[in-house]
């Protein structure tokens, strides 16, 4: 969303990319910047712009049992941009910030920390739903 309640708003999604693989291991994390459409040779094509996230191990955060993932930037240090067809999205994630050791600034706004963090842990506790679908 361009504006919410007086900030950018970019909603984070799990997107398919090895099915044979089980839970979050076939998936990968990706930042929507925005939908778009548009037609060739008379077919639709419904798409995403969206930004990825890597994960940070191969294997879970041993104190909090999540995994973690960063943005995945180019060689420049800019965002990697990707389309990607919006079939291909499993459903929306939930990304907490790890924090590190230095406490959150009083005035830090929410609307900040995609760009604000640089890692971040996957919440599987969001609902039932997202517990089953990244532990499958």
């Given at each position: 969303?361009?504006?919410?309640?007086?900030?950018?708003?970019?909603?984070?999604?799990?997107?398919?990319?090895d099915?044979?693989?089980?839970?979050l291991l076939?998936?990968?994390?990706?930042?929507?910047?925005?939908?778009?459409?548009?037609?060739?040779?008379?077919?639709?094509?419904?798409?995403?712009l969206?930004?990825?996230?890597?994960?940070?191990?191969?294997?879970?955060?041993?104190?909090?049992?999540?995994?973690?993932?960063?943005?995945?930037?180019?060689?420049?240090?800019?965002?990697?941009?990707?389309?990607?067809?919006?079939?291909?999205?499993?459903?929306?994630?939930?990304?907490?910030?790890?924090?590190g050791?230095?406490?959150?600034?009083?005035?830090?706004?929410?609307?900040?920390?995609?760009?604000?963090y640089?890692?971040?842990?996957?919440?599987?506790?969001t609902?039932?739903?997202?517990?089953?679908?990244?532990?499958?």
């Amino acid at each position: 969303m361009p504006c919410c309640r007086g900030g950018q708003r970019y909603d984070t999604v799990f997107v398919e990319h090895d099915p044979s693989k089980p839970g979050l291991l076939g998936m990968v994390v990706a930042r929507v910047l925005f939908f778009f459409s548009f037609e060739y040779r008379r077919k639709s094509y419904f798409c995403a712009l969206v930004h990825w996230y890597v994960h940070e191990s191969d294997e879970r955060d041993e104190d909090t049992g999540m995994w973690t993932v960063r943005l995945e930037c180019s060689g420049s240090g800019q965002p990697v941009v990707d389309v990607i067809a919006i079939d291909s999205i499993v459903r929306g994630s939930h990304l907490l910030p790890v924090y590190g050791s230095l406490p959150v600034p009083e005035r830090f706004s929410h609307f900040n920390a995609l760009t604000a963090y640089k890692s971040f842990f996957v919440n599987h506790f969001t609902d039932h739903h997202m517990f089953e679908l990244l532990f499958d």
